[in-house]
């Protein structure tokens, strides 16, 4: 099938479509096209049928359509940044590290999502306790904050101690309270 083809066929239920087709197909992508690759590939990944390897391939696809969701999303950081954040622990989890590549890395998941808070621990929990009080953008960065640390109990029990699980547990501290 070209990829001509694929532009002519809108419609077309992406979650039949093999692996090499999707990522051709990505490459032209945008919007919910991407969104739509995302899913596909993610539901793949799940595949328990499917070998570790080809399930941390459609993962990998996955995470590309996520990422080039990126360029053109204007208000979506967050969601987007859950959604990478979900799957790479998801593969971590389920078909076990990987310090080799940085997706299936638990540091470089813990980095990465301390690079995505707009607070710390300490800021989190200070706007936390009046957070009724405080105006709707930061209370919308408070349930930002909440849905990107969702994996966090996950991914502790993968860190070494030091400074940068001492974080990740502060943050997973102040997560119950927020809104």
Same mark, same amino acid.
């Given at each position: 099938?070209?990829?001509?083809?694929? &532009?002519?066929?809108?419609? &077309?239920?992406?979650?039949?479509?093999?692996?090499?087709?999707? %990522?051709?197909?990505? !490459?032209?992508?945008?919007?919910? @096209?991407?969104?739509?690759?995302?899913?596909?590939?993610?539901? +793949?990944?799940?595949?328990?049928?499917?070998? +570790?390897?080809?399930?941390?391939?459609?993962?990998?696809?996955?995470?590309?359509?996520?990422?080039?969701?990126?360029?053109? *999303?204007?208000?979506?950081? *967050? @969601?987007?940044?859950?959604?990478?954040?979900?799957?790479?622990?998801?593969?971590? /989890?389920?078909?076990?590290?990987?310090? =080799?590549?940085?997706?299936?890395?638990? %540091?470089?998941?813990?980095? $990465?999502?301390? /690079?995505?808070?707009?607070?710390?621990? =300490?800021?989190? *929990? $200070?706007?936390?306790?009046?957070?009724? /009080?405080?105006?709707?953008?930061?209370? &919308?960065?408070? @349930?930002? !904050? %909440?849905?990107?640390?969702? !994996?966090? $109990?996950?991914?502790?029990?993968?860190?070494?101690?030091?400074?940068? &699980?001492?974080?990740?547990?502060?943050?997973?501290?102040?997560? +119950?309270?927020?809104?």
């Amino acid at each position: 099938m070209s990829s001509d083809t694929y &532009r002519e066929e809108p419609g &077309r239920d992406l979650s039949t479509w093999t692996y090499d087709q999707l %990522k051709t197909f990505i !490459h032209d992508a945008q919007g919910q @096209r991407l969104e739509a690759v995302r899913v596909a590939a993610q539901v +793949q990944a799940y595949n328990s049928s499917n070998s +570790q390897e080809v399930r941390r391939q459609w993962a990998k696809l996955s995470l590309l359509a996520n990422r080039r969701m990126f360029d053109n *999303a204007e208000g979506l950081f *967050a @969601r987007l940044a859950q959604q990478n954040f979900m799957l790479r622990m998801w593969v971590i /989890d389920r078909l076990g590290p990987d310090d =080799t590549d940085p997706d299936w890395s638990p %540091k470089a998941l813990a980095f $990465d999502t301390l /690079d995505a808070l707009t607070f710390t621990p =300490t800021q989190a *929990a $200070d706007l936390a306790e009046g957070w009724r /009080d405080i105006p709707v953008e930061q209370i &919308r960065e408070l @349930r930002w !904050h %909440k849905n990107l640390t969702a !994996h966090l $109990d996950n991914l502790v029990g993968y860190l070494k101690p030091g400074p940068v &699980r001492e974080q990740i547990v502060a943050c997973i501290a102040v997560r +119950q309270h927020l809104p």
